[in-house]
């Protein structure tokens, strides 16, 4: 069975400080590995993904995330904080050895950026 | 480009009504999804459409839970007999076709309240 761990429901981080938001998973097969950011009365918007190759993507918004695969991780960072980016974070994982084409969520993490 | 859409925004209904939430995707699509959010949770599948067919139906609670997408493009989300568990943000997503490397694309929502 597929989970995805977000284990911190709340992270506060000073704007310009660097920002991480934890991801852990589990899978039976490769993982294919998403961030999405919900901002209040919008949808999910996409932030990046891991698909294969280089471990450190990076994607929109000065975001970029770190695939560990010995540490069933997939953490979620920026360099430097914007009080824009206060939101609320989502992991998601789509298991290869299961075939299906669904995502599956964390629980996500509220991340507030203080000015 | 225009994004995904969904209808509408807000529906309150009173238990035991039927329900019908619709999803408009991103045009070109031929994947889409319903995924279900209830408060403080990430998005939980319920089923997905690849063309006109439900290719996975998984995720859907029970019998009053149906959906349809008869032309490839808009789908309608059908809810019989509703109850008061089945109050959440029902969230609709597209990608350009079902291979697992492709994101999605999710709409605003449709909150649903049950009373």
């Known amino acids: 069975a597929q989970s995805v761990a977000q284990p911190e429901d709340q992270v506060n981080v000073a704007e310009g400080n660097p920002l991480t938001v934890k991801c852990t998973y589990s899978?039976?097969?490769?993982?294919?590995l998403f961030w999405y950011v919900q901002y209040p009365n919008r949808g999910l918007q996409f932030l990046l993904k891991?698909?294969?190759?280089?471990?450190l993507v990076k994607g929109s918004y000065g975001f970029e995330a770190e695939f560990n695969k010995s540490q069933t991780s997939f953490h979620l960072k920026k360099p430097s904080a914007l009080v824009s980016d206060s939101a609320l974070y989502f992991c998601?994982?789509?298991?290869?050895?299961?075939?299906?084409?669904?995502?599956?969520f964390g629980t996500g993490t509220r991340l507030t950026v203080i000015p | 480009g225009a994004g995904v859409s969904q209808t509408p925004s807000n529906k309150v209904t009173e238990k035991g009504k039927y329900v019908e939430l619709r999803c408009d995707p991103i045009?070109?699509?031929?994947?889409l999804y319903w995924y279900r959010q209830s408060l403080g949770q990430g998005p939980e599948f319920l089923i997905y459409?690849?063309?006109?067919?439900?290719?996975?139906d998984s995720g859907l609670p029970n019998d009053r839970f149906f959906a349809v997408r008869p032309e490839g493009s808009v789908s309608t989300l059908k809810i019989q007999r509703t109850e008061r568990g089945d109050s959440a943000v029902y969230l609709c997503?597209?990608?350009?076709?079902?291979?697992?490397?492709?994101?999605?694309?999710f709409g605003p929502g449709t909150r649903l309240t049950v009373t």
């Open positions: 045009s070109g699509h031929t994947a």
């Open positions: 891991y698909i294969t190759g280089d471990n």
């Open positions: 459409f690849q063309g006109t067919g439900a290719a996975d």
């Open positions: 899978v039976s097969g490769n993982p294919y």
């Open positions: 997503a597209s990608s350009v076709t079902s291979g697992a490397t492709y994101e999605q694309y």
């Open positions: 998601a994982v789509r298991d290869m050895a299961t075939g299906a084409n669904n995502l599956f």
